[in-house]
Nanobody, 126 residues
């Protein structure tokens, strides 16, 4: 069992930056691929960014590519999502997800991930 707790959400103006954090506990952090998904009202949960269990592979959804970056700190058991040049359409609840993984791939489907955080709200004002 892995527990995930997101933090760092809030209100930000368009063009600004925000950094989300996700603290993982309960199991060996390096055994898990991690990802960020987001869900806006009335929309499907979509893949934002993912990082392999060794940090060597990273992938981004088309809607955030070039603006958001993800990283992980093994000493702190934490994965981050740095959000730059945010837009009103980035407004959503952001979820951290984890998947026990042997390989070093980045998976992008919601159903690929086993554990989820409770989500943190990000609101971008225009």
């Amino acid at each position: 069992q892995v527990q995930l707790v997101e933090s760092g959400g809030g209100l930000v103006q368009a063009g600004g930056s925000l950094r989300l954090s996700c603290l993982a506990s309960g199991r060996t952090f390096s055994n898990y691929a991690m990802a960020w998904f987001r869900q806006a009202p009335g929309k499907e949960r979509e893949f934002g960014a993912g990082i392999s269990r060794n940090g060597g592979n990273i992938g981004y959804g088309d809607s955030v590519k070039g603006r958001f970056t993800t990283s992980r700190d093994y000493a702190k058991n934490t994965v981050y999502l740095q959000m730059n040049s945010v837009k009103p359409e980035d407004t959503a609840v952001y979820y951290c997800a984890a998947r026990p993984e042997i390989s070093f791939v980045v998976r992008t489907k919601r159903g690929d991930y086993t554990y989820w955080g409770q989500g943190t709200q990000v609101t971008v004002s225009s």
